[in-house]
């Protein structure tokens, strides 16, 4: 898929998020990447191609009165990875979706424990199609 249309695909995912989340959020920039670079992995201690998606900044629920005039926060999806996982852009689709709302999960302040337990929970009611995001 080329970078526009993956680009294109990440922001109708954003967009897709339910009303009552997607008012709730601000100061977030969401970027596309082909790769993460080697001193993020690192620093995740993750090969560059199993990192799918990244959440950097201050989770929602941890902002106080202090919280202004600061940069955005910044959710990267990984255009590569996800590729290389999928077989085709209807699976591409499928886990760009899951990756979007695991980082905007991560967003609002959920674990990743906690996001794994509501994927595993999704999943069940979802099919066997349905898997975990990073």
């Given at each position: 898929m080329d970078t526009k249309s993956f680009t294109e695909l990440v922001e109708a995912e954003v967009e897709n998020i339910p009303d009552w989340f997607r008012k709730r959020i601000a100061n977030l920039a969401v970027e596309v990447r082909p790769l993460a670079d080697a001193g993020l992995a690192q620093k995740l201690g993750k090969n560059p191609w199993s990192i799918l998606g990244i959440y950097q900044g201050v989770p929602y629920?941890?902002?106080?009165?202090?919280?202004?005039?600061?940069?955005?926060?910044?959710?990267?999806?990984?255009?590569?990875?996800?590729?290389?996982?999928?077989r085709s852009d209807e699976e591409i689709r499928n886990l760009v979706r899951r990756v979007v709302i695991h980082?905007?999960?991560?967003?609002?302040g959920l674990s990743d424990g906690e996001l794994h337990r509501?994927?595993?929970?999704?999943?069940?009611?979802?099919?066997?199609e349905a898997g975990p995001a990073q």
């Open positions: 629920n941890r902002r106080g009165p202090w919280y202004g005039n600061v940069l955005p926060d910044r959710i990267v999806i990984f255009q590569l990875p996800i590729e290389h996982q999928c980082e905007i999960g991560h967003y609002f509501l994927e595993e929970e999704a999943k069940k009611t979802a099919g066997p």
